[in-house]
């Protein structure tokens, strides 16, 4: 499977700002994927980056509060707007492997908004 | 509406008995169903996957789902747990292949030594 990362691995934030995560993969992957995982909850898929085009995002989340970036097939970027204590939350990218049937996971960026 | 379904919030099991994990999903098709487990602070570990053939998968650290097409049930399985088994399970289904996937609300094991 391919080594995922991201950065920052955790990060405090005022509320009102902005916090771009950066999930980098060891080899070229077709699909990225963002999530959020609130306190105690599941995870719910923000968008899919697809690289050279715009991000497919799910129902509840626009690119105005999660603008995303995918410049390449190893790289991808996550951008949380205008934060608000509500968007404290693990952010996770995940990348879909060679044959597509199977997502791995980044370790995480744990975010708290004051 | 595509769901999966992790009926028990906690799960409780002495060491060196049995465990099981329970699943299940509502979609229509061939489903793709997957267990993921996340340790504290860390991200989402890819344990096992049945995606077609024999209905007993097994996967990383001693785990295994059974898939039972017609309960719509993948139950997370190991004869013999152990404290480090710890841990949030979450129970997962994509409609197809390339699809996003839909994540139970996970079920929190504790390994009890």
């Known amino acids: 499977s391919a080594v995922i990362s991201q950065k920052p691995s955790r990060d405090i934030c005022q509320r009102g700002t902005s916090l771009t995560i950066q999930c980098q993969v060891d080899?070229?992957?077709?699909?990225m994927f963002w999530y959020r995982q609130q306190p105690g909850q599941s995870l719910t898929l923000i968008a899919t980056a697809n690289q050279g085009s715009e991000a497919t995002y799910e129902s509840g989340f626009v690119i105005d509060k999660f603008p995303i970036s995918r410049p390449n097939l190893t790289f991808s970027t996550l951008t949380v707007s205008n934060m608000s204590p509500e968007d404290s939350s693990i952010y996770l990218c995940s990348v879909a492997s060679g044959s597509g049937d199977t997502q791995y996971f980044g370790p995480g960026t744990r975010l708290t908004v004051l | 509406a595509q769901s999966v379904a992790q009926p028990e919030d906690q799960v409780n099991v002495a060491e060196g008995n049995p465990l099981t994990v329970k699943c299940t999903y509502s979609?229509?098709?061939?489903?793709?169903l997957f267990w993921y487990v996340q340790y504290p602070n860390r991200g989402l570990q890819f344990l096992l996957k049945y995606i077609t053939g024999d209905n007993l998968v097994k996967g990383s650290y001693g785990f295994e789902a059974e898939f039972n097409k017609s309960q719509t049930s993948f139950h997370l399985k190991k004869p013999s747990a152990l404290v480090s088994d710890s841990a949030l399970y979450f129970c997962?289904?994509?409609?197809?292949?390339?699809?996003?996937?839909?994540f139970g609300k996970g079920t929190r094991l504790h390994i009890l030594p």
């Open positions: 997962a289904v994509s409609p197809s292949r390339d699809d996003k996937i839909i």
């Open positions: 080899s070229q992957v077709t699909m």
């Open positions: 979609v229509s098709g061939n489903p793709y």
